[in-house]
């Protein structure tokens, strides 16, 4: 049971980043090159600030909302979220729905 709990903490702490996992340095420039950035946290935290050019998608909605949105699914998409976490799991979710470029900022993104 210990070691489990210990495996569980280990997996949030050090995050292994993926292929398409980026920092905010590398997401900016992905956004400069016409890549729609999607921040996947609450509304409120969207209005405590955001990144510029941002569109507000929260990850418990991503999955209903983003066809709307988006509709091709070969468009360089970035999400993130405070922590990388949310838009981690919004990453999965997109790819999912076979959304082919979908970058994370994996370390997140604070105001």
Partial sequence: MIN???KAIKSRLYREIGEKDVNLQEAKRLQKDGAIMIDVRSPQEYREGHIDGAILIPEYKIKKEIEN???DKNK???VYCSS???SKR???ILNTL???????????YLI
């Fill in 4 to 6: 489990k709990i210990k």
């Fill in 98 to 108: 076979g959304y082919k470029n979908v970058y994370n900022i994996y370390e997140g």
């Fill in 84 to 86: 990388g976490g949310r």
């Fill in 90 to 92: 919004a990453q999965k």
């Fill in 76 to 78: 360089n998409i970035v």
């Fill in 69 to 71: 949105a988006i509709v």
